[in-house]
C-alpha cells in the first residue's frame, strides 16, 4: 500500500462526457502528479502540482485540467471525451524530504470510453 | 520526442539466473534515475534509483549500473525469480529528482521455472 488513494478504480463513460478522477497524496506529501498510461505504452506525464500551484505541465490536451485543492487531494477532470482517452489514469505523490526523488504511486483509475 | 527508451519490449529469462533489462536516455540533463517495477492492476512500485554522480547502485538482489557516456542503464536481477515477473519501467528527471519523472515504455519481464 503506497498511501496514495485514487477513486474511481474503473469508470466506463461514452464520448462527449465528463470525467471526474480523484487523488489523495499520502500523508504530508505535497505533490501530486498525474500520469497516463494507455494500452502497452508507458506512463506520459500530465501535470504536476505543489501544495496547490501548478508546476509543470506535460502532454496534456486542452480537454484535461486539474487541480489540488487546500488539503491537499487532487482531481483531474477530462472532459469531451473520446474513444482514444481510454487509459488508465495514475496519480502519485512525492515526499519533501531532501534526499529521494521516488514517487509514491496510487492504484490508478482504469478509464473506458464507448 | 522519446526521451528515455527501453527497446525490449519483453524478457523471458529462466529461475536463478540473471535478468539485464536496459535502458536508454537521449537527455543530457538527467541526473537522476529510477527503475519501477509494475503489477497488473497495481500501480508502479519503486524498486531502485541511481545519482548520476554514481556508476552503481545495489540493493539485495537488484543492481542498477548507469554508463552516463552512452546514455544508457541497466537493471539486473540476480537470481531471478517468479515472482519478478512484472513490467519494469525505466524512469529519468533532471534537477537532483524533483522534477518530473519521464518514463520509458516499460519491459515485461517473464521468469519461468
Known amino acids: 500500500d503506497s498511501g496514495v488513494t485514487q477513486t474511481p478504480k474503473h469508470l466506463i463513460t461514452a464520448t462527449g462526457q465528463r470525467v471526474t478522477l480523484r487523488c489523495s497524496p499520502r500523508?504530508?506529501?505535497?505533490?501530486v502528479y498525474w500520469y497516463q498510461q494507455s494500452l502497452d505504452q508507458g506512463l506520459q506525464f500530465l501535470i504536476h502540482?505543489?501544495?496547490?500551484?501548478?508546476?509543470a505541465k506535460g502532454n496534456i490536451l486542452e480537454r484535461f485540467s486539474a487541480q489540488q485543492f487546500p488539503d491537499l487531494h487532487s482531481e483531474l477532470n477530462l472532459s469531451s471525451l473520446e474513444l482514444g482517452d481510454s487509459a488508465l489514469y495514475f496519480c502519485a505523490s512525492r515526499g519533501s524530504g531532501a534526499n529521494t526523488g521516488e514517487l509514491f504511486f496510487g492504484e490508478g483509475s482504469r478509464l473506458t470510453v464507448l | 520526442d522519446q526521451q528515455v527508451k527501453q527497446n525490449s519490449p519483453s524478457l523471458s529469462v529462466q529461475e536463478g539466473r540473471i535478468s539485464i533489462l536496459n535502458c536508454d536516455y537521449t537527455n543530457s540533463m538527467f541526473d537522476y534515475f529510477l527503475w519501477y517495477k509494475k503489477y497488473p492492476a497495481e500501480g508502479p512500485t519503486f524498486l531502485i534509483s541511481?545519482?548520476?554522480?554514481?556508476d552503481k547502485n545495489e540493493d539485495g538482489r537488484f543492481t542498477v549500473f548507469l554508463n552516463k557516456s552512452a546514455k544508457h542503464l541497466s537493471l539486473h536481477i540476480v537470481p531471478s525469480q517468479p515472482g519478478d515477473s512484472a513490467v519494469y519501467f525505466c524512469a529519468a528527471s533532471a534537477s537532483g529528482g524533483y522534477n518530473k519523472l519521464i518514463f520509458g515504455a516499460g519491459t515485461r519481464l517473464a521468469v519461468h521455472p
Open positions: 500523508s504530508g506529501d505535497l505533490s
Open positions: 541511481i545519482s548520476s554522480i554514481k
Open positions: 502540482y505543489y501544495n496547490g500551484e501548478e508546476r
